[in-house]
């Protein structure tokens, strides 16, 4: 079964630090991962796919498939970046769907 | 950039009462898909469908619930007959293909009173 897990639910940094936000998945096969992120009161926007490897905002993710972990990086967090991240993963099934880490809320304290 | 849009903003409806959640998906769009968020709580998966049919679905999704795509623009979400509990947002995603991201709307934040 596809299942990710966020151990965080809240993770507070000072601006200017580094920060990771951690997620781990269980699949069979091999999944796309994304971060997705929600400002407040916005809606969930992509944030970053494990495919196309690029840096948006500052973040970066790689995919650790020996350790089936996909972690949200950034060397220098910035208050803007306060929000919940969520962790997501597709399978390449028919009918997929997209299944949702818990989320961490990220606080950056200025 | 398209945009997937819902209407309305807010629904406020009374316990028993059937409520119409709508969503105009991007047009290029095959999968579309909803989903809701308690307040405070995680996104959880309601239904998955393409090519006119219900292709996954969640435990949530029980018989109060419904889709429908009644035009090939419109792609709307029913509740017959509200619970307290159905009190959320719901979310509204499409995609255009397998492998391709989910673009969200905005949402529908629905108080069941």
């Known amino acids: 079964a596809q299942r990710v897990t966020q151990p965080e639910k809240l993770l507070s940094v000072f601006k200017g630090a580094p920060v990771e936000l951690k997620c781990n998945y269980s699949?069979?096969?091999?999944?796309?991962l994304f971060w997705y992120v929600q400002y407040s009161r916005q809606r969930l926007q992509l944030l970053l796919r494990h495919i196309s490897r690029e840096s948006i905002k500052g973040f970066t993710a790689d995919l650790n498939k020996g350790e089936t972990s996909f972690h949200l990086k950034k060397p220098f967090a910035q208050e803007e970046d306060s929000a919940m991240y969520y962790c997501?993963?597709?399978?390449?099934?028919?009918?997929?769907?997209?299944?949702f880490g818990p989320g961490t809320r990220l606080s950056v304290l200025p | 950039e398209p945009e997937v849009t819902q209407t309305p903003s807010h629904q406020v409806t009374q316990m028993g009462q059937e409520v119409i959640l709508r969503c105009v998906p991007i047009?290029?769009?095959?999968?579309f898909y909803w989903y809701r968020q308690i307040l405070g709580q995680k996104v959880e998966f309601l239904v998955s469908f393409y090519n006119n049919e219900i292709s996954e679905k969640s435990e949530i999704f029980d018989d109060q619930f419904s889709v429908e795509r009644p035009d090939g623009s419109n792609f709307t979400l029913k509740i017959r007959s509200t619970k307290l509990e159905d009190s959320a947002m719901y979310f509204c995603?499409?995609?255009?293909?397998?492998?391709?991201?989910?673009?969200f709307g905005n949402g529908t934040r629905l108080t069941v009173t």
């Open positions: 699949y069979s096969g091999s999944p796309e």
């Open positions: 997501a993963l597709s399978g390449h099934n028919y009918g997929q769907n997209f299944v």
């Open positions: 047009s290029n769009h095959l999968y």
């Open positions: 995603a499409s995609m255009h293909g397998t492998n391709s991201p989910l673009h």
